[in-house]
């Protein structure tokens, strides 16, 4: 199917421009099979770096390079795609959390909580879901993380059953219950 649905003919569309690198080149990958209408359903990328230490550096540093890297993948993603977009989900998240404060190795890695981000056509878009924990001491995940205040399995689960409408009796995470727990309600 693959073969004769030849994706890796198709050349990005409406002057979308990937990076550079293994992250921009998945994306890429991903748009070409969206675009030939393979039936793709679920697809991954991801992109490292992210373990900066002291070399996180300032707006031009490791860390706002990597964070370049990742907004411009994204947005190319979303160019290439174009009207096709407004049936495609694109969940982006972390095990990599920051700190709040500069840690001992002088960077803000290794920490606890991190950011998602959604974006597509059936995507509430322009707010932020979730509860702000605060930043004192008290309100911090051992002090000096700030506390995760949304389980990316609800926000996971939201997508496949809203999304891709697969039963919210289906066992995705083994051992979680989302139906107790409620969705995030980023989709419409």
């Known amino acids: 199917m693959l073969r004769s649905a030849s994706p890796q003919g198709l050349a990005p569309a409406h002057g979308a421009q990937y990076p550079r690198g293994r992250f921009g080149e998945s994306l890429r990958q991903i748009a070409q099979l969206v675009r030939a209408d393979v039936g793709l359903e679920v697809a991954f990328a991801d992109t490292g770096g992210w373990d900066t230490h002291a070399a996180q550096g300032t707006e031009r540093g490791q860390l706002a390079n990597r964070l370049t890297d990742f907004a411009q993948g994204l947005a190319a ?54 509860r702000w924990p605060g930043l004192r001491r008290d309100q911090l995940f051992e002090g000096r993380d700030l506390a995760v205040t949304t389980d990316f399995r609800d926000l996971f689960t939201e997508v496949a059953q809203r999304h891709l409408a697969i039963p919210a009796e289906a066992p995705l995470f083994p051992g979680f219950a989302a139906k107790s727990r409620g969705h995030p309600g980023v989709l419409v």
């Open 77 to 130: 993603l979303d160019r290439d795609l174009g009207d096709r977009m407004a049936d495609v989900v694109v969940l982006t998240m972390s095990e990599f959390g920051r700190t709040v404060r500069e840690n001992g190795n002088r960077g803000t890695d290794h920490g606890h909580a991190t950011a998602m981000l959604v974006l597509g056509g059936p995507v509430r878009g322009g707010r932020v879901h979730g």
